[in-house]
């Protein structure tokens, strides 16, 4: 059994009559990404939010290190070294874009000249020093997502849960996007978790894939067997969002 690495085992998860997760396990070593797919209703979000906290699950454990997570709060968990960015981003409008970074640092328990130092280290490693001094509320949709992404950043987590980084993002901003993970990885070195649907950009992200099916794992492997995988497709008939690689 792995011990060095993230493990969410054997995770299950019912709302009243409807099992949402059944039986699910997952694993992620350290500086690997793993993109979770799965159309609409897969039980993503979900998964995710037992991962970092904010939902309790009815069996299995979530581990780092082999250190069990489970009962501990969000921000217990952010200590622990998971940090999870949301679809919204849920930035601090009247905050500037270095204060909303600084917080994800403060979060964490670390003192103000050590996260003024960690604030000052993202901006630079993902190329935000000309937004760092604007307002998070006059910022366009994309560069929102971006911030986000870098608040979760500065806390240093040995593992970083993306919800849905692409979405609503336009086709010149996905490129940035995928540049600012690689630039995560090579410089903070954390592992890093990747939920989506859209398979051509966790293809491109990840190292490895995993495919979610009505709460069933039904796939874990590389994103071009994903791809090529006849159940995968199957889960994803009529889902406009399954194509190749870009």
Known sequence: ??????????????FGALQVLDNVSLTIKPRETVGLLGPNGAGKTTLINIVAGYEPQDGGTVTIDGAPLDGMSPDKRARAGIARTFQSGRLFNSLTVAENIALGALGVGVSKKIAEERTASTIEILG??????LFAGSLSHGNARLV??????ASQPKYLIMDEPAAG???SEVPRLLEALATIRENIGCGMFLVDHNVGLVAEACDRVAVLATGILIFDG???EA???AEVKSAY??????GGLH
Request: hydrophobic fraction near 50%; aromatic fraction near 4%; proline fraction near 5%.
């Open 128 to 133: 935000l020093a000309s937004l760092a001094p």
């Open 148 to 153: 986000g992404l870098a608040r979760a950043v």
């Open 227 to 229: 791809l090529a995988n």
């Open 222 to 224: 590389s994103p071009q």
């Open 1 to 14: 059994m792995m011990t060095q690495g993230f493990a969410a085992r054997e995770i299950s998860k019912a």
């Open 237 to 242: 008939l009529g889902d406009a969002t399954f």
């Open 169 to 171: 993002l336009n086709e």
